[in-house]
């Protein structure tokens, strides 16, 4: 009984889960109130009132972004927990002192392409433009389809843990997994081909699997454009870190949370650069 009336309770502060989708409309004019250079959009399952998948950015780290972050997303997803179904969605930038720096955020049904396809138009008719930039992503089957037929003019490159994560059924060698990552953020040509000489003595599998993967995709001393020192998909792992007890809650609440935590980061940020 003591469960039930804590549930009830819940629902009476946060509302229900399923009311909690009908509600995403009004909080986005709300938003807009506030915010008016916010961007937001709804869709849903034909004409029915059915949750589709929601995008939304905020007009101050748009802004932001264009001015003062450096020229690369970080995008990835993370399945939402408790009674909510589907994922959460985020692009993540980085500013010039090296801190994460999230942009814009999706709730879908799951990662597939469509959704994929949706997200990333939104994010770059909304946000980041089409002009050049790095876009480093997971390995997710969706993303390395849709990137490139989304940004076909941006460099697009992998995240070497999901790449790691791949090849873990290749070999079990801790060993050789830091040979890889080493390989990867490598700068020195003569250095990356003196390691990846002992990949491929140690493993010639996983030497074959790296080497059907395009180099410029995940070799900083390849890449064509400025990758900056990374090669990891980490600051979109931190952020879901930091919001991962609100990834339980309603999805209006998650919204919300997410603005809160993005508004105590920003003044924390900016109390710091001011001391």
Request: charged share 25%; net charge positive.
């Amino acid at each position: 009984m003591h469960g039930r009336e804590g549930k009830k309770a819940l629902e009476e502060i946060q509302g229900s889960f399923g009311q909690s989708y009908q509600l995403l409309n009004n909080y986005s004019n709300e938003l807009r109130k506030v915010d008016r250079f916010s961007f937001t959009e709804l869709q849903r399952v034909g004409n029915t009132d059915c949750f589709k998948c929601y995008f939304w950015s905020y007009g101050i780290t748009v802004r932001s972004f264009r001015d003062t972050c450096r020229p690369h997303i970080e995008i990835d997803g993370t399945h939402l927990r408790g009674r909510s179904r589907g994922c959460l969605i985020s692009a993540i930038a980085v500013d010039g002192d090296n801190h994460v720096f999230p942009v814009a955020f999706g709730l879908v049904s799951g990662e597939d392409n469509e959704n994929y396809d949706w997200f990333l138009r939104c994010l770059g008719d909304q946000v980041v433009g089409y002009e050049t930039l790095l876009v480093i992503i997971s390995y997710h089957p969706s993303l390395v389809v849709k990137v490139p037929e989304v940004f076909p003019r941006e460099k697009h490159v992998f995240c070497m843990n999901h790449i790691c994560k791949n090849m873990s059924g290749l070999t079990p060698s801790l060993v050789l997994m830091r040979k890889i990552k080493t390989v990867a953020k490598t700068t020195q040509e003569w250095f990356f081909r003196a390691v990846i000489r002992d990949i491929k003595k140690m493993n010639s599998s996983v030497y074959n699997k790296l080497k059907e993967i395009s180099l410029d995709k995940w070799a900083c001393h390849a890449s064509i454009v400025k990758r900056y020192g990374i090669a990891y998909t980490n600051n979109v792992e931190c952020w879901n870190n930091m919001i991962k007890d609100d990834k339980a809650l309603p999805v209006v609440c998650l919204v919300e949370a997410i603005r809160e935590n993005l508004s105590a980061y920003y003044f924390k940020y900016k109390k710091m650069v001011d001391d």
